[in-house]
C-alpha cells in the first residue's frame, strides 16, 4: 500500500455550491460510444497534453515517463519516491518519483489551473497523463462517460464543458485493448 501526503485546501465558506448538470445536449456525436474513455488535451505549463485520460475510478495521478521526457522536465524537479502502483490484475509499477505541476483544463476564459502532484511511472500506456480522484476533486469536476465530456467550475464560477477528443480515444481505446492472438 502506498500513502500519499496530499494537502487538502480548507473550503472556504463563502464558496458557493454549485450545480452541474448533463443533458441530451452534451452528446455531440450522433453515434455515441459507450465503451469510449474521456480523454481531453490539459495545458501543463507551456505544453498542449493530448492523450489525457480521466479516470475517478483511481487515486493516484499520474504521468507517464515517456511524456516526462518529452517534455523536457528536469531530472531534478522530480522528487524521489518509493514504492509502486498496483494495477487492476495485480501489476505492479514501480514509481520513479513525483512531481508537481500547474495544469489549466479548459480555455479561457472557461478554464481553471491548479497545481498538481503528480506520480511519475516508466511503463508502457497508451495514454500521457491520467488525472484521477485528487486533481478531478480539486477541479470540482464531474466526469459524464454517457456523455463523453467533464463539466467543472471555471475561476469565474461559470460552469466550463470539455468533450473528449474522440479520435484520440477511440485509438487509445483500441491500442489497450489489442487481442493478443
Known amino acids: 500500500m502506498l500513502a ?5 485546501p480548507q473550503r472556504n465558506k463563502d464558496t458557493t455550491d454549485i450545480k452541474i448538470t448533463f443533458n441530451q445536449a452534451d452528446i455531440v456525436s450522433s453515434i455515441p460510444n459507450l465503451d469510449d474513455p474521456v480523454m481531453i488535451s490539459i495545458q501543463a505549463g507551456r505544453l498542449l497534453v493530448r492523450e489525457v485520460l480521466l479516470d475517478p475510478g483511481s487515486s493516484a495521478d499520474v504521468l507517464f515517463y515517456s511524456k516526462f521526457q518529452e517534455m523536457k522536465l528536469s531530472e531534478k524537479a522530480m522528487q524521489p519516491s518509493f514504492g509502486e502502483l498496483v ?12 512531481i508537481w505541476l500547474k495544469i489549466t483544463m479548459g480555455e479561457t476564459p472557461l478554464s481553471r489551473t491548479i497545481d498538481n502532484q503528480y506520480l511519475i511511472v516508466d511503463c508502457p500506456s497508451p495514454y500521457n497523463i491520467i488525472l484521477r480522484r485528487p486533481a478531478l476533486n480539486i477541479f470540482r469536476a464531474v466526469v459524464s462517460t454517457l456523455h463523453l465530456c467533464v463539466k467543472f467550475q471555471a475561476q469565474d464560477g461559470r460552469i466550463a464543458t470539455v468533450h473528449s477528443d474522440r479520435q484520440q480515444a477511440r485509438q487509445c481505446y483500441n491500442a489497450s485493448y489489442k487481442d493478443p492472438t
Do not use: A
Not at 500519499?4 to 487538502?8: G, N, P
Open 4 to 8: 500519499i501526503e496530499v494537502i487538502v
Open 87 to 98: 494495477g487492476f490484475s495485480g501489476e505492479r509499477v514501480p514509481i520513479k518519483g513525483y
